[in-house]
């Protein structure tokens, strides 16, 4: 018998300083078995972060390879902008920015590992692939606080995250970084 996902109810309230966004979201995220919460958070985040017309989670979720795990689509359906979690592989990144104007990684691990993982290998426009690194120990923070139904305040300014719920807050900072050096 397969286990099926977990759905999670998140209002969230965005307040990005940094790009001028101002947006009250209701989210409903599943939680495949094989995923880790701060995998799921950081999918969270991920869309959070990069929030504009057109942006969706994968309708597959984790078991549709083929799609990223957040994506912006013009009104035509072209991808405007690809944005993975983890740390996708080299032919997985090589296929995003031959589909996509944009491509994005966002990672709750080392973004070294990423870096070394693709080191070497043919990435199409890798210069452009711009990779986010999410404080893990915000995530690890925050874990226990998230419910089947939970709010969250998400302030973003100056590369930091400023997350609130249940009374608590919590912070931490998104680093950027290049696979190409």
């Not at 990423?114 to 915000?138: P, S």
């Amino acid at each position: 018998m397969a286990l099926t996902s977990t759905v999670y109810n998140l209002d969230v309230t965005l307040n990005d300083t940094d790009r001028n966004v101002y947006e009250t979201l209701a989210l409903r995220v599943a939680l495949h078995p094989s995923e880790t919460m701060e995998h799921m958070l950081t999918r969270v985040l991920a869309y959070c972060l990069e929030f504009q017309e057109g942006i969706a989670f994968s309708k597959g979720g984790l078991s549709d390879g083929d799609q990223p795990a957040v994506s912006v689509s013009h009104p035509d359906g072209r991808i405007k902008a690809w944005i993975d979690i983890g740390l996708p592989d080299a032919e997985r990144l090589n296929k995003a920015s031959k589909a996509a104007e944009k491509v994005a990684v966002y990672t709750h691990r080392d973004p070294g590992t990423l870096r070394r993982q693709t080191a070497g290998q043919r990435i199409h426009k890798v210069e452009d692939i711009a990779v986010y690194a999410i404080d893990l120990k915000l995530l690890e923070e925050l874990v226990p606080f998230i419910d089947r139904r939970t709010q969250l305040e998400i302030t973003v300014t100056g590369g930091q995250l400023y997350i609130a719920t249940g009374g608590k807050a919590f912070t931490g900072a998104v680093t950027q970084h290049r696979l190409d050096g």
